[in-house]
């Protein structure tokens, strides 16, 4: 994923990883490290903070001023996509700025979508049942690991 960020954005200036509470933000992270070895040297993360379970009971939370996403390369990154609830409620922080480009990513992709989303960047793609979840696990001492049950 990292390196398909990269290609795409290599040349683009300024691009700001977007992770979704925790494990998006976790994840967002460890892709900005990557992408700087690789040489892009302008590569910003903040967090967007959103109730997945009720996501119109509150507003979307940036660490950030919204006024810096103005004209600028923007990737809005979650650990698991299943509905595409989260991702949508999400990139609706960015309605009220222009963008250069808005792009998602995330580490794993079921095939479940109610909402109209789109994933540009994506680890893996599971069809899994509805009963099934994913979980991700991100822990230092260990590689990023994902279960299903």
């Known amino acids: 994923m990292a390196s398909e960020i990269y290609e795409c954005h290599a040349e683009s200036g300024s691009l700001i990883l977007a992770g979704i509470n925790n494990k998006g933000y976790d994840l967002a992270l460890i892709l900005q490290k990557t992408i700087e070895k690789m040489g892009h040297t ?28 103005n004209d600028s390369n923007v990737v809005v990154i979650d650990d698991v996509a299943n509905s595409g609830r989260t991702l949508f409620f999400a990139l609706q922080a960015f309605l009220k700025v222009l963008t250069k480009k808005l792009e998602t990513c995330v580490l ?7 909402y109209p989303i789109s994933v540009e960047y994506v680890g893996v793609r599971l069809a899994t049942t509805v009963k099934q979840n994913i979980e991700v696990i991100f822990n230092k001492n260990k590689p990023l690991e994902a279960q299903m049950f």
């Not at 590569?43 to 939370?61: F, H, K």
């Not at 794993?108 to 109610?114: A, L």
């Open 108 to 114: 794993v992709e079921r095939m479940h979508k109610s």
């Open 42 to 69: 302008n590569v910003s993360v903040c967090r967007l903070r959103l109730n997945p379970a009720q996501p119109i009971e509150s507003e979307v939370n940036i660490d950030i001023p919204v006024q810096k996403f």
